[in-house]
């Protein structure tokens, strides 16, 4: 089977991105970005980002997850520390994150180091969650092997039953990452694949370097 995807084309023509109109510090440039697309493009699930990593097996792996905060220190997102991402976080914290917004045209890639956020902030996030949310968490082992949906689905109902009417706290493998950027690039479309890219490099005195890539 072949699929001839060679007449595919988009013109990439609702923006620009300019060196000298960018701020000095790249978390400026995301939050405005970030806020443009939410207020625009809402369809485009503005928190939605790849995260990749480098698996035990020596392989890359991304998928998609949810950005929950950013800050002038990092990007926040949680998950199960025991999970397959969590442990090739555990074993190589090197990671690149990924912000795809179409509608915008624009797309934003992350490189940096993601640890573990303090007990007690995912601990607020995690009493924040739908109580649903919150027992999923417990009921899933995430990424092992399990026999089928009806295993989850009664698992989720004995969870049910055992918490009702009680508080469900944090397990202790379940938690927030921060990741800490070394790089940040920004890209928007431009016609004629002539795309704008801006990278800011961290220095090691922690200054922000940016340059004009070719696209």
Not at 46 to 67: E, F
Not at 119 to 148: C, H
Not at 168 to 193: A, C, H, L, M, T
Request: aromatic share 12%; net charge neutral.
């Amino acid at each position: 089977m072949e699929n001839d995807l060679s007449n595919y084309r988009q013109s990439y023509e609702k923006g620009a991105l300019i060196l000298t109109d960018t701020p000095e510090n790249p978390i400026e440039l995301f939050r405005t970005w970030f806020n443009d697309v939410d207020t625009h493009f809402p369809q485009d699930e503005t928190n939605a980002m790849t995260l990749s990593t480098i698996g035990l097996d020596g392989y890359p792996k991304s998928r998609v997850v949810l950005l929950k905060k950013f800050t002038y220190e990092g990007f926040i997102f949680y998950t199960n520390y025991q999970s397959e991402k969590g442990l090739a976080i555990h074993n190589n914290p090197n990671v690149c994150l990924s912000f795809f917004w179409p509608g915008a045209e624009r797309q934003i890639i992350i490189k940096g180091k993601a640890e573990k956020i303090a007990k007690n902030l995912s601990d607020g996030y995690f009493e924040s969650r739908p109580r649903g949310s919150q027992l999923g968490a417990i009921v899933s082992n995430q990424s092992r092997v399990v026999e089928s949906r009806e295993v989850l689905d009664n698992k989720l109902k004995a969870l049910e039953l055992e918490y009702d009417g009680k508080t469900i706290e944090r397990p202790d493998y379940w938690g927030g990452y921060i990741v800490k950027p070394v790089s940040i690039e920004f890209w928007q479309g431009r016609p004629n694949r002539l795309h704008d890219r801006i990278v800011y490099t961290l220095d090691l005195d922690l200054n922000w370097i940016k340059n004009r890539l070719c696209p």
